[in-house]
Nanobody
Framework: QVQLVESGGGSVQAGGSLRLSCAAS????????MSWFRQAPGKEREGVGT????????YYADSVKGRFTISRDNAKNTVYLQMNSLKPEDTAIYYC???????????????????????WGQGTQVTVSS
């Protein structure tokens, strides 16, 4: 049984930093992509970014580009989301997800697309105060 367990959420003032972790277990076959999503109260779930598991560079949503960094430690089956220069609008529940790549013309790309998610974590709250 696949499990994704997030940790590292909390409360921080604007301009601060947090690092989220997502530890995976129970895979028979490793996913090709690991993504982070977030959902703020009253809003739809938003893709934050995705990292390929084997090779390749992460992809980020425009709203977090330059402030958030996704990394992986394959030996630990863990993916991280380093969040810097946090803003109040970053307040949300953050979810990690194991997903299949997205078909873009003839390429298979890792992009945060909820419809391609096979497994979700339980979520961790991030609150940024002004």
């Amino acid at each position: 049984q696949v499990q994704l367990v997030e940790s590292g959420g909390g409360s921080v003032q604007a301009g601060g930093s947090l690092r989220l972790s997502c530890a995976a277990s129970g895979y028979t076959n490793s996913p090709q992509c690991m993504s982070w999503f977030r959902q703020a109260p009253g809003k739809e779930r938003e893709g934050v970014g995705t990292i390929p598991i084997r090779s390749g560079i992460p992809y980020y949503a425009d709203s977090v580009k330059g402030r958030f960094t996704i990394s992986r430690d394959n030996a630990k089956n863990t993916v991280y989301l380093q969040m810097n220069s946090l803003k109040p609008e970053d307040t949300a529940i953050y979810y990690c997800a194991a997903q299949r790549p997205v078909s873009v013309f003839t390429a298979q790309l890792c992009r945060p697309v909820a419809a391609n998610v096979d497994y979700w974590g339980q979520g961790t709250q991030v609150t940024v105060s002004s």
